[in-house]
C-alpha cells in the first residue's frame, strides 16, 4: 500500500534550522504531484510548499516564502522541504501528501495520500 513516512523534525530555536523528509513507497512517484501542509493545535491545516512531478515548478504559501525550500529527488522516491530563518509560528505537525493533479494544488482536499507527520517546534 502507499505510505508516505516524514522525518527531520525536532527542536529548533528561533532563528534556526531544520530539513525534512518525505520518503514515498508504494506509489509511482514521479507521476505525483507533492506537497507539505502544516497544523498547528486548534487550527486548520494549512498549505505551506508544493513540488510538481519533475520538480521544475514548486509553489509556496507567503508565509513561508523566501524561508522554505521544497524539492524533490525522484530517484529516491523522496520530497525534502527546506526550513531557515524558523519562527515560533512555523511551530505545527508538517505532514508530507500526494496527488495527481498537475499544477499547484494548495487544498487538502486535492491530495490522495498523506503521510502521519513529524513535529516542527520552535521555542527559545
Known amino acids: 500500500q502507499v505510505q508516505l513516512v516524514e522525518s527531520g523534525g525536532g527542536l529548533v530555536q528561533p532563528g534556526g534550522s531544520l530539513r525534512l523528509s518525505c520518503a514515498a513507497s508504494?506509489?509511482?512517484?514521479?507521476?505525483?504531484?507533492m506537497g507539505w501542509f502544516r497544523q498547528a493545535p486548534g487550527k486548520e491545516r494549512e498549505f505551506v510548499a508544493a513540488?510538481?512531478?519533475?520538480?521544475?515548478?514548486?509553489y509556496y504559501a507567503d508565509s513561508v516564502k523566501g524561508r522554505f525550500t521544497i524539492s524533490r529527488e525522484n530517484a529516491k522516491n523522496t520530497v525534502y522541504m527546506q526550513m531557515n530563518v524558523l519562527n515560533l509560528e512555523d511551530t505545527a505537525v508538517y505532514l508530507c501528501?500526494?496527488?495527481?493533479?498537475?499544477?499547484?494544488?494548495?487544498?487538502?482536499?486535492?491530495?490522495?495520500?498523506w503521510g502521519q507527520g513529524t513535529q516542527v517546534t520552535v521555542s527559545s
Open positions: 501528501a500526494g496527488t495527481v493533479r498537475m499544477g499547484y494544488s494548495g487544498g487538502p482536499a486535492e491530495y490522495n495520500y
Open positions: 508504494g506509489l509511482t512517484f514521479n507521476l505525483y504531484s
Open positions: 513540488v510538481s512531478r519533475t520538480g521544475g515548478s514548486t
